[in-house]
């Protein structure tokens, strides 16, 4: 939490504090963590289990670091930052205890990071990477037997509890971002695991879908049912609805493979529900239409389409339909009157052209008869 200081002219500022982390002084402001003042300041500490929308957890163990006055070694996210304090991060004691937490998780880890989607992308690799360790280091230890089935019932998304490290943070984002606690920890020692109520599948469980737990996810345990590499992202505007949430794109070609939020719009700050994290397949889907379609002459209403549009209906371009939505309206109007035309918008227009839409209706059709799909 950010606290602010009157200065002796009167206007505000943030109060700041000094420490030293590994030699360098860091000026950050009063009330963050030692985790995120070096962070801040640009100096790597290996974490698994912190995340920045969430509250502080010191699960992992990896961010560990020692501090001048303070006995033994803490977790530096969970540590509030205090002026003068002398912080380091890399001395024998502290990657000692680094090495064993990593090989402890890794050892009860399933190994096929090549064959894994989340592969050049996980967050354990990165640590394990940074750690130098290597497979000697834990094949001493004794690996886990423990096969769990891997959870497919959600139509969207995947669990494996075989790639879960517990790291917790889908089950608190859940619980403090979704607000939802469709999932916890639950069972103890050796059997612990992530689980729904009662250990169902996630599908039968109270989970509302939005995602929030695999964006999260350090590791594979969570992952998409079409999990395609992005080679670019295109920053947009999410059209589900008239919020207007920011999203990023990830595209491969001309197909859009995967939804992130935009952590930096001020309108839903990273978060998405589960249209917008998941409902894109639509846009190259073989049925969209991308023209518009006008009847055929001779094509009566009574013929059964059966998804075959073209047999009734022809191609046209916008002028041309516009045209004849405008000398339809106009002859429906002279011929049975302004209240024969019925208008309804759509949730998925914004907000402002849902207004132009009521004031089309009423100041040129002339009705009342306006009315919104959300409504209904």
């Known amino acids: 939490m950010t606290t602010i200081a ?14 030293t982390i590994d030699g360098k002084k860091i000026e950050t402001p009063k009330g963050v963590t030692v985790l995120e003042a070096a962070l801040g300041a ?12 969430l509250k502080p957890y010191g699960a992992c163990r990896l961010c560990v670091v020692e501090i001048d006055g303070m006995r033994g070694i803490v977790s530096s996210c969970t540590t509030p930052a205090a002026d003068k304090m002398v912080v380091h991060t890399e001395t024998t004691k502290v990657n000692q205890a680094r090495r064993m ?23 354990l690799q990165k640590v394990a990477r940074y750690l ?26 995947d669990r494996d509890h075989n790639k879960c490290i517990l790291c917790g943070r889908c089950v608190r984002a859940c619980q403090e971002i979704a607000g939802v606690g469709a999932i916890d920890l639950a069972y103890r020692g050796y059997a612990a695991k992530v689980s729904t109520f009662g250990d169902k599948p996630i599908h039968d469980s109270v989970c509302e879908s939005c995602g929030e737990c695999i964006a999260r996810c350090p590791t ?15 920053k947009t505007i999410c059209t589900y609805c008239g919020v207007g949430c ?131």
């Open 220 to 234: 594979g345990a969570l992952l998409p049912k079409r999990t395609k590499q992005a080679t670019r992202q295109v």
């Open 6 to 19: 009157s200065t002796t002219e009167g206007e505000k500022k943030i109060a700041t504090i000094t420490l």
């Open 42 to 53: 640009g100096i790597y500490i290996p974490t698994l289990c912190y995340d920045p929308d």
């Open 132 to 157: 130098g360790i290597e497979q000697e280091h834990f094949d001493k230890l004794r690996k886990s037997t423990r096969i769990l089935p891997i959870d497919k019932s959600h139509p969207a998304f």
């Open 246 to 376: 920011s999203i990023y794109l990830g595209m491969r070609g001309n197909e859009i493979v995967e939804v992130q939020g935009d952590k930096e719009s001020p309108v839903n700050k990273g978060g998405l529900c589960v249209k917008g994290r998941f409902g894109f397949d639509f846009v190259s889907h073989p049925s969209r239409l991308t023209k518009p379609l006008i009847r055929k002459e001779g094509k009566g209403k009574d013929i059964q389409v059966n998804g075959n549009f073209r047999e009734i209906f022809r191609e046209a371009s916008w002028d041309e339909a516009l045209d004849l939505v405008a000398r339809r309206l106009n002859q429906i109007k002279e011929k049975y009157g302004a209240d024969s035309i019925g208008v309804l918008s759509s949730a998925k227009c914004t907000n402002e052209e849902n207004y132009l839409l009521q004031k089309f209706t009423r100041a040129v059709i002339g009705t009342n008869n306006i009315d919104h799909c959300a409504r209904l």
């Open 101 to 123: 937490a990593i090989e402890l998780i890794m050892a009860n880890h399933v190994g096929d990071c090549l064959t894994c989607a989340k592969n050049q992308q996980c967050e």
